[in-house]
């Protein structure tokens, strides 16, 4: 009976320490978040009074719950191979998606700033990962490029590394890969990952290509409110859009480029203005390269000749006497009358007048058309197509700088102007010269033709200044008056050929009024003005003769 009950008292106390043992297992186990659900199962089977009913049920439990929970505890899954939604290149804060088409690659215009990012992803919770980026010449097979491993982070996490430029070559494909590694070891493999392949294309496109036939570049075409049509294209195959900004506006309008490269632009009637125009345009190719042009015209209008006696000697109206109705008018009170060089110098006509100018500035005190007269059309005489303009001018004062009798306003700068130059641009060291001064277009340099005969203060000249279209060349001609009160120079009454100057820059034609006082917006003229004149013509040496003689015709 005693050998009974010890043995009863063995098996109970056996059997409550393998209860203990393995509910001791189980929430160690329950600790581990992967078997957690696993535990709770367990305990609940044994609070529920399921117990071994020997000691070797007992040992059996014991050992099963032993073995789930060891390799519960033990597995581990391979993180997640990557996929193409998971990879993709940024350049120049650009994002682009995986192309695993060669032919539909990821074409980049620079060798810089190239990152790749990739998801890490892992079915196991809580478990964190890292990435290693690879980098395979296409062509070769062989590997140029490998990232290190990144630091582990909780899964799922966006990784990134720039590629080492200097394993990059121009015009050369690659594909890249990563592969993804736990914090166990285990990992994917590159083979697994889609191929994303790009190239790097260094070189810009060619600098697009713009024609037209109603408006040809560098000429006056079309006319006012007549559309033309502009077409884009450029010699690089790979173009595939262009951007346009119409006079500089700062407004950039993208339109694609059609399956031949190319594409157009109509631009509204209202844009075909008087007066000269431009349209910058952008090429951009496949890997964002890009350059640039800018095409320059003139719309044709109809000018005219004007000549202004200056002979009204008051009021605010100084009639055309060409009979063409381009009426100047005075503005400010900085603009007043005198007497002009016939009657001061020569005592021939009392009725003489002129217009004085004060030179202050800032000025609001000019005389102005109404709108543009010289216009470069063909001259209706056959003569060369160009134009002259002239004046008798008497300076006030000698000081160097550059001040304006007579001009037309284009958009920017002023097309022309007659008058004065300042010491950097005159001969011999004298402060100040006469010049004839054509404007280039945007940042092109002007044109000066400048005199030698020295700008006498209180002193009468008639200065004319030409320009040849069809030679591409302007001139300045001085022919010497006099001073008021003496007697006039010997030389008086004959123009004398002072410079001649090649004109090689872009031809345009100034769109805004012909002004008698000042330049464009600045330079305003010190002294008086009389018998100014405008011709769309070259005139020849015995007119200028004429007019400088007196000649009212």
Known sequence: MSSRKLSASSWKRDRNQSSERIQEIVKNAMRRSRIALAASACLATLGAGLVPASASEAHSVSTDVLTSVSAATTSNRRPLVPATSDMKLYFQRSAHGCQTSKSRRTVLASLDDVRLTGVGRDPDAGDR??????????????????????????????????????????????????????????????????????????????????????????????????????????????????????????????????????????????????????????????????????????????????????????????????????????????????????????????????????????????????GPLVDLNPDPDGGPRGFTVSAFLLAESGDSQHRVALSQDGRRSAMFELG???????????????????????????????????VVPGEWVHLTGRYNADQKVLDLHVCPIGTPGQAPPADYGVPVLEDTTPYVGTEWVGAGPTRLGRGYYANYWDGMIDDARVYNKVLDMPRLRAICGGDLT
Not at 158 to 185: C, H, M, P, Q, V
Not at 289 to 295: C, I, P, R
Not at 427 to 437: P, Q, R, V
């Open 129 to 370: 990962v890292q990435v290693r980026f690879t980098l395979v010449n296409a062509s070769t097979g062989s590997r140029v490029w490998e990232s290190d491993w990144t630091a582990l982070r909780p899964k799922p996490y966006t990784f990134s590394r720039t590629i080492d430029r200097s394993r990059l070559s121009n015009e050369a494909i690659y594909r890249w890969r990563y592969k993804t590694r736990d914090a166990a070891g285990r990992s994917t493999l590159y083979s697994e990952a889609p191929a994303c392949y790009l190239e790097v294309d260094g070189r810009r496109p060619a600098d697009p290509v713009i024609t037209s036939a109603q408006y040809p570049e560098d000429q006056i075409g079309g006319g006012v409110g007549q559309p033309g049509t502009f077409t884009f294209s450029s010699r690089s195959t790979d173009v595939v859009a262009y951007e346009y900004e119409l006079d500089h506006d700062e407004t950039f309008v993208r339109v694609d480029a059609g399956s031949d490269g190319k594409a157009s632009l109509t631009p509204p009637a209202g844009f075909f203005t008087a007066g000269s125009h431009s349209i910058t345009v952008w090429a951009f190719d496949n890997a964002r390269g890009v350059s640039n042009t800018t095409y320059r015209f003139s719309v044709r209008f109809s000018g005219g000749d004007a000549y202004w006696h200056l002979d009204e000697g008051g009021g605010t109206v100084a009639a055309d006497a060409s009979g063409q109705g381009h009426d100047l008018t005075v503005l400010g009170p900085d603009v007043t009358w005198g007497v002009g060089p016939m009657q001061s110098v020569f005592a021939q006509r009392t009725d003489d007048a002129a217009l004085r100018f004060t030179g202050v500035q800032p000025s609001r005190s000019f005389v102005s058309t109404d």
């Open 420 to 454: 004065r130059q300042e010491s950097r641009y005159c001969a011999n060291g004298m402060t100040t010269c006469w010049s004839f001064t054509m404007d280039g277009v945007d940042d092109e340099p002007p044109h000066h033709a400048v005199s030698d005969r020295p």
